[in-house]
């Protein structure tokens, strides 16, 4: 006959065959959601950060062609016409015609060439604005005198005195995971050197 005797090796062996206490998981636990909760902070800042930049990729890379393009046509038009506060019409010596609009309700900056459907330039306006000036009669160092273009009588008037066109655009860019995302002003005048009679 063969007996096997069970040895008794004290608390130690005892803690060892029942696994972990309570308050031992407990800490295990406040230690893990505590590193978890740094991972998680660390990439929601990471994507806000990212999207941040992305952001404000787009309102430079828009900025640019908007300002570029709108230039680029006003300092080769014949004429000008005022339309409204927010878009103006210019006229060239080949019979073309292209008008750029703001149209606040979509917070969009359009051209649109021989009346061909609208191009969207930039999008996400906050605010903008068209700015007249005449240089005529003004001395050569001095400063071009602003028009009226808020009525439809001044704006008569302008389209024949304006010399020089300034636009002022503030774009904004939300996204939900950015609180705030960075506003840039755009703001650039343009000579219309071809115009006749200015």
């Given at each position: 006959?063969?007996?096997?005797?069970?040895?008794?090796?004290?608390?130690?062996?005892?803690r060892l065959r029942l696994g972990f206490t309570l308050a031992e998981m407990m800490v295990g636990m406040i230690l893990g959601a505590l590193v978890l909760l740094g991972v998680l902070t660390a990439y929601i800042f990471f994507c806000r950060t990212g999207m941040g930049i992305v952001q404000y990729s787009d309102m430079e890379n828009q900025a640019a062609a908007t300002v570029q393009r709108f230039g680029q046509d006003a300092r080769q038009a014949q004429a000008i016409t005022w339309n409204s506060d927010t878009k103006v019409?210019?006229?060239?010596?080949?019979?073309s015609t292209i008008y750029y609009q703001y149209i606040s309700n979509s917070g969009t900056f359009v051209r649109s060439q021989n009346n061909s459907p609208a191009k969207t330039l930039a999008s996400g306006i906050q605010s903008f604005a068209f700015i007249a000036y005449s240089y005529a009669n003004a001395a050569p160092n001095e400063e071009p005198t602003q028009l009226v273009i808020s009525t439809d009588a001044s704006r008569?008037?302008?389209?024949?005195?304006?010399?020089?066109?300034?636009?002022?655009?503030?774009?904004?860019?939300?996204?939900?995971?950015?609180?705030?995302?960075?506003a840039q002003a755009v703001s650039a005048s343009y000579v219309l050197r071809n115009k006749v009679g200015t």
């Open positions: 006959m063969i007996i096997i005797e069970a040895k008794d090796f004290g608390p130690r062996s005892k019409t210019f006229a060239y010596n080949d019979n008569n008037e302008a389209n024949t005195r304006t010399s020089m066109v300034r636009i002022e655009i503030v774009l904004r860019r939300n996204h939900s995971s950015v609180v705030n995302a960075t």
